[in-house]
């Protein structure tokens, strides 16, 4: 892909919101995530039948780092849990953008592959994710801006 070409994010109108790591235990290592990203915890796991996986936001210290997000299965049905068996760890980086069905248009476009549709994600109080893989493998998770 070229990337003068753009893609879901050509607008400019696409923003890092976090990046997304797998692991096997949120509560297990938290801690010791959070001290090696210098982020803050608030303790709080959110569980999200939908996605079938249960996630925990780290606020980063310095505010010009990424928050970072850990997942954990909800079950050997999760669609993180093949990648947790083959090590788990930064599993997915995720925008948040304006319009999420241009987004998925374009990516569509570029030749990216729409992995899983639009559907409300618990830990963003209903607004919409979807997700999108590039040809090499690349993971990204789209948000929705505001709630529809």
Known sequence: MNVDQGGPLVSG??????????V????TVAGEFAA???AHWDGKVIHDPLQRVS???F???DLRNPVFELVEPAGEVSPVSS???KGGGLHHVCYEIDD???GLEAARGKGLVIVAPPTPAVA???RRIAWVCSKSRLLMELLERHRK
Request: charged share 10%; net charge negative; glycine share 10%.
């Open 13 to 22: 109108k696409g923003t890092l919101h976090h990046l997304g790591f797998v």
């Open 24 to 27: 096997a235990s949120i509560t």
């Open 36 to 38: 090696f990203m210098s």
């Open 55 to 57: 996630v925990a936001f």
């Open 59 to 61: 606020s980063p210290v």
């Open 83 to 85: 990648f947790l068996q």
């Open 100 to 102: 999420l069905e241009s």
């Open 124 to 126: 963003f109080e209903g």
